[in-house]
């Protein structure tokens, strides 16, 4: 067993699994309380005043209690941050690395902006870790990335992942956890997956490139392409198929 989940940790892409050994060490740290989630926070006045700058990064690493929510988080990570890493960036994982980056900027934009805001500061006031938006990020551009794929839920009912995070957006509610976290997640994924992938061929230009100093970080690794045995798809819509 111990083997088993060593050579599966290993065989994670590069930046996935930093992620998420940064993501459990936080965690589990902050519950044996050897680290203080106090000097993790996102908190933009002690960034700005006292150069704590640490904590534009810490506040994407703590997923708060080691409860169910935080095991449901940590599956996503792995999984699709996984499956992004190893198929729609394969070979790229500066571009990857570059998505992260692009997706905690915009969260923690969306956040700052959102706490001037009359009447919506109390709300974005008390978002102060964003582990949980940067993951339904990654969520939200793998389903539309990988739109017809077939999934199941809990085996209760099944549905193609382009609607996948609705799904986990509407079982967040039910569960009576805020939906905030979720919705900016999703708001981010789009942005990226629209300034990446839809704008570009509209108009033959691509806003979003990645700076030349992440690329020299990472040597270009052979694209392989294969299709996994056990993964149904949908068929795509008649007119879709047509357009291309």
């Not at 599956?75 to 994982?93: D, I, P, Q, V």
């Not at 017809?148 to 509407?170: C, D, E, K, Q, R």
């Amino acid at each position: 067993m111990a083997q088993a989940v060593e050579d599966w940790y290993k065989q994670m892409p590069i930046i996935t699994r930093s992620y998420l050994t940064a993501a459990v060490v936080t965690t589990v740290g902050c519950s044996l309380e050897i680290i203080s989630p106090y000097n993790l926070y996102l908190n933009p006045t002690l960034v700005v005043k006292q150069y704590q700058f640490w904590r534009l990064v810490t506040n994407f690493l703590y997923f708060r209690n080691m409860d169910l929510d935080f095991l449901f988080h940590m599956f996503f990570l792995a999984r699709y941050c996984k499956l992004l890493e190893e198929n729609s960036f394969r070979g790229k994982t500066a571009d990857f690395l570059y998505m992260l980056l692009f997706g905690a900027t915009v969260l923690t934009g969306i956040v700052l902006i959102g706490g001037m805001i009359p009447y919506l500061s109390v709300s974005f006031s008390k978002i102060i870790f964003l582990s949980n938006s940067l993951t339904f990020m990654m969520v939200y551009v793998w389903s539309k990335q990988n739109p017809y794929i077939h999934m199941s839920f809990l085996g209760l009912f099944t549905f193609t992942a382009a609607y996948l995070p609705w799904v986990l957006l509407g079982f967040s509610v039910l569960v009576g956890a805020s939906p905030w976290g979720d919705l900016l997640g999703m708001i981010a994924g789009h942005a990226y997956y629209f300034l990446a992938f839809v704008y570009p061929r509209m108009t033959d230009r691509r806003p979003l490139k990645t700076p030349s100093f992440l690329k020299a970080l990472f040597a270009d690794e052979p694209v392989i392409v294969a299709r996994p045995e056990d993964v149904r798809f949908a068929h795509a819509p008649f007119d879709e198929i047509h357009q291309d």
